[in-house]
């Protein structure tokens, strides 16, 4: 999809508070407008840039939303859901927070200019209650969606907090990056569905995850699709499983390459000449042949991955 993406996701663990967004104490807003920060001594510096304002944001959206739900901002986000303002507070320090500062580090050097609006709702009713509330159509088929026109996220947080991870990688990444090609953009969301910090807390790191049983006897009957097709073609409805699950753990095997993060950067730099960024695929891993890179990976599936995970 390309204003609106979401998949079922599975669940990173604590890290450090990250500093480049953060504001430790986000700021509360009623459905009158009225915001009141929390004590000074409770805030931690904001060294992403310039601040991005979200007052405008928080108090529209407490508008929207049924009065007894959670508007809190920390620039530049705005944070909202139907749970307790500490939950939401909780929901911040421990996974939005970290894992925004852990992308930047590995991808993104551009900030956000502009507010992102994350609401988490902690059920399927209220996931629902939320969508109706801001007269947008019912998305419950997915667990998360990214709206690029909005800048807005919407997760059924029942489903599992690693959703926040794939939503917050779409979008850091357009405001980063805003012609990442689309294959590449949900790829590298999808590898954060499971993923733990680094030992410094300051890089995430995708781990194997349910999706791997997708591409179980695919694999070994040699029935998986080409990497340039699966870059250049939209996922089949009838098929998607397994296309995420290939798209996933290729992302995986250049994470193991220590590639995944030149080859967005290499993504980055070359768009305007390559703007699907299979040249820049072809050159990370020195290969003139892009069929090639099908034969290394599949073989890499067969002897790496399954020892690895249920393959």
């Known amino acids: 999809m390309t204003l609106l993406r979401g998949q079922i996701l599975t669940t ?42 979200c007052t405008k944001t928080a108090e529209q959206l407490a508008k929207k939303l049924p009065a007894d739900w959670t508007v809190l901002i920390s620039e530049p986000f705005v944070l909202a859901g139907d749970c307790r303002q500490d939950q939401l507070t909780k929901y911040f320090r421990d996974t939005i927070s970290p894992t925004a500062q852990a992308l930047s580090v590995q991808y993104f050097d551009t900030h956000p200019t502009w507010p992102i609006t994350i609401i988490l709702c902690s059920s399927d009713e209220s996931y629902r209650e939320c969508h109706h509330s801001l007269n947008e159509r019912d998305r419950s088929e997915y667990a ?78 040699g029935e998986l699709r080409s990497i340039v097709d699966l870059a250049t073609e939209q996922f089949a409805a009838e098929n998607a499983a397994v296309d995420y699950a290939q798209a996933r753990y290729f992302c995986l095997y250049l994470q193991q390459r220590n590639l995944l993060e030149p080859f967005y950067r290499k993504c980055r730099s070359q768009a305007k000449a390559d703007r699907t960024g299979l040249q820049a695929l072809a050159e990370c891993l020195n290969s003139n042949d892009l069929r090639s890179i099908d034969v290394q990976f599949q073989s890499w599936l067969r002897t790496s991955a399954p020892e690895r995970s249920s393959l």
Do not use: K
């Not at 807003?29 to 991005?52: D, K």
């Open 12 to 53: 990173g663990p604590l890290a450090l508070i990250a500093i480049c967004y953060a504001i430790a104490g986000p700021a509360s807003v009623t459905n009158h407008g009225v915001a009141s920060l929390l004590p000074e001594a409770s805030r931690v510096s904001h060294s992403a840039g310039e601040a991005v304002d």
């Open 144 to 221: 998360g969606i990214y709206s690029r026109a909005e800048h807005r996220v919407i997760v059924n947080i029942a489903t599992g907090e690693g959703t926040l991870a794939h939503e917050l990688t779409h979008a850091l990444a357009h405001a980063d990056f805003p012609d990442l090609p689309e294959w590449l953009d949900e790829w590298l969301a999808s590898l954060y569905e499971e993923c733990e910090f680094s030992s410094d807390g300051m890089r995430l790191i995708g781990a194997e995850n349910w999706r791997g049983a997708a591409l179980h006897g695919l694999v070994q009957r």
